[in-house]
């Protein structure tokens, strides 16, 4: 799927602090020099690494991005049962969905939090160091320490990669999908934008918008526009067996409004502020982009269930901007649903009984930079991590085996709440 950016459509709404969506406007996709550059030579890590790319069934599932994010896929691919592992229909069958499956973590601590770049302006960079990070995840190797510069360690190959953050559905994730492309690799790319807002467009059977429940920061960056045009494209295009008139006039809106006390009280602010915004069409569902509420999704759902049921006059409002099937979505819970959908389609499932395993992977300083770009002497300077030039032969980062010495404190605790099997696996010492 290409992705372009392009603003979203938001509204300044003071009483409930959202905040207004107006990306700029991206030309056509363009790959980066470090992709092209890898295509042409035969000796880069890039080529070898998508030369040799062949996970087959016993590949891994990668998931690539920012902590949180990576944290929460990684874990609903550890528990999720959503499907009937034997006809693949939408039903639970007490079964784990990626049964014999390893999932591989791919925790990018060094660059991440994206949208520096994009507030510096460096997305050139982000693209390279997301390409790198693509790379290890495709390669059977990786370093074993920072200062590995050989990449002695073997590792999985992935079969697919997951792109866990927002940000990385308009700076990483086109380059990977070009670079496959031109190989002729059949390694998947799923990115949790793509997959959030074409689950809700594929629900929705009324004239409706797309509701987005985002940061400030991921709202401006402008990922979910590029990736509702994309989608829109879609639907709105006569030749798709989807084909839909009225999604050309579909707009995705992006709001930031203030949380509530509890799920409930989340749905009325949420709606509070569209209705604020006085958008004529209802909305067909929301996208919730917080990794910290993706397992309150459920709990909003039942919340809404009971606004659809109410009679009383003070709800009539809410009803009326809810589009019939409307409800909140977890990213996480979009792009799992599609990873088994694309292991399903493409018979590329390990088909052992085993229960999901996982195998996970760090980014972490290289020995190579100098201390005084280091906070703590285990990450980076923000203004040493959002200015690095892209097009370096100085190697900033290397990917390792994940430890518990590779996270703070406040991380491991992050990881136990957000996602305590995947903690319990990796950190917790029973």
Known sequence: MTHSRSYLIAALLAASAAVSCHGPESPDFVPCRLAEAALSDTSSFGYKAMASADG????????????????????????????????????????????????????????????????????????????????????????????????????????????????????????????????????????????????????????????????????????????????????????????????????????????????????????????????????????????????????MNVAVAALMASEAPETEIYRSVMAPGFAFLSPADAVVADCYRWLRKNNRFTHVIAYPDVDAYVTVPSSEVNGRFLADGCSFTPDFKYNRAPGSDVVTFRTVPFSLSSLDLAMAERMRVLAPVTYNKLVYVY
């Not at 784990?96 to 999932?103: K, L, N, R, S």
């Not at 799923?190 to 059977?205: E, F, P, R």
Request: include cysteine; glycine fraction near 8%.
């Open 56 to 299: 087959g069934n016993d590949g891994a599932i990668a998931v690539l991005g920012g902590f949180d994010e990576t944290a929460v896929i990684t874990e609903k691919l550890l528990t999720a049962d959503m499907f009937d592992n034997i006809d693949g229909k939408e039903c639970r069958d007490t079964l784990p969905d990626f049964a014999g499956e390893t999932v591989m973590p791919l925790f990018d601590v060094a660059n991440a939090p994206y949208s520096g770049y994009v507030d510096a302006m460096n997305e050139d960079f982000l693209k390279e160091a997301v390409l790198n990070c693509f790379w290890t995840a495709l390669s059977r190797k990786c370093s074993s320490t920072a200062f590995d510069r050989a990449m002695s360690k073997e590792k999985p190959a992935a079969k697919l990669v997951i792109f866990s953050s927002s940000v990385l559905a308009a700076f990483g994730c086109q380059d990977a999908e070009y670079l496959l492309s031109e190989t002729g690799s059949d390694v998947g790319v799923l990115d949790a934008v793509s997959s959030s807002l074409s689950n809700v467009m594929a629900h929705a059977s009324v004239p409706s918008n797309v509701g987005v429940w985002a940061a400030g920061d991921i709202i401006f960056s402008g990922v979910y526009g590029n990736g509702f045009r994309s989608v829109r494209a879609f639907y709105a295009d006569r030749e798709s067996p989807d084909y839909r008139e009225w999604t050309g006039s579909a707009e995705a809106v992006c709001l930031s409004p203030e949380r509530g006390g509890n799920a409930a009280e989340d749905v009325i602010s949420f709606l509070d502020s569209y209705i604020a915004a006085e958008y004529s069409m209802p909305l067909s569902g929301v996208v919730v982009d917080d990794p910290d509420q993706a397992c309150l999704v459920d709990s």
